[in-house]
């Protein structure tokens, strides 16, 4: 069984740039979540898809923009970056929306804005 | 909206020693589902052990435990028997039961710094 994996590992960008982030969720999670962890911080949530539709965000403005696939996979773009937007970001993936099923996290891509 | 609190950015533990991480949360619900994730150097995070909320036994995972104090809003980690292994950033998280919108999003705590001293 593969894991939770995500695109590219690292990756830097312009202020003022857009970016896209890949993730694809272990085999049967249609459950997709998006994190931002700042250094020296703990993950913040950015939104939730599930069954290709927006399920649920925290508190990021619009620029940050997602998209899921039918086969569960996940996009996370973010327009106009700024400097601000450095950081780890985390895509976590789980089966339905059952809030008592266990969140598997991938391993991160690491967005450095300069 | 909830909020978690780690008050310890970094603890250090001899090895083989037992070491207690805290955390205390604020939420005005009454179910909820509390989490310690592992994130060691890799970046990967791991769940440590969970409690429900409605549960009064304290979850217990080899050698991992948790204090949960509903009343007092406090859910501590004990790791007994400390190994090298268990070196990594520790976070406290909290989860909504209620599904759907915003609160299926885990609310993390800022990490504490675990250091095992061999």
């Known amino acids: 069984e593969t894991g939770v994996t995500q695109s590219p590992t690292h990756l830097i960008k312009t202020r003022g740039q857009q970016v896209t982030l890949r993730c694809s969720s272990q085999?049967?999670?249609?459950?997709v979540s998006w994190y931002q962890q700042a250094l020296g911080q703990g993950p913040q949530f950015i939104f939730q898809y599930y069954r290709e539709e927006e399920n649920g965000r925290g508190n990021f403005p619009p620029r940050f923009s997602g998209l899921q696939f039918p086969n569960y996979s996940s996009e996370l773009n973010v327009n106009a970056l700024e400097l601000d937007d450095s950081a780890l970001y985390l895509c976590a993936s789980r089966p339905g929306l059952n809030t008592n099923n266990e969140q598997f996290f991938g391993p991160g891509t690491r967005l450095t804005v300069l | 909206a909830q909020t978690v609190t780690q008050s310890q950015p970094e603890m250090s533990v001899q090895e083989a020693e037992t070491v207690t991480l805290s955390c205390t949360y604020d939420t005005s619900e009454s179910d909820y589902y509390l989490f310690w994730y592992k994130q060691p150097p890799s970046r990967q995070m791991i769940l440590v052990i969970r409690?429900?909320?409605?549960?009064?036994q304290n979850a217990t995972e080899n050698r991992f435990s948790v204090n949960f104090q509903k009343a007092a809003k406090s859910f501590s980690l004990k790791i007994s028997d400390s190994q090298l292994g268990d070196a990594a950033m520790y976070f406290c998280?909290?989860?909504?039961?209620?599904?759907?919108?915003?609160?299926?999003?885990?609310?993390f705590g800022k990490g504490t710094h675990l250091i095992i001293q061999p």
């Open positions: 409690q429900e909320a409605y549960k009064q």
């Open positions: 998280a909290y989860r909504s039961a209620v599904a759907g919108g915003g609160a299926d999003g885990l609310t």
């Open positions: 085999s049967g999670h249609n459950t």
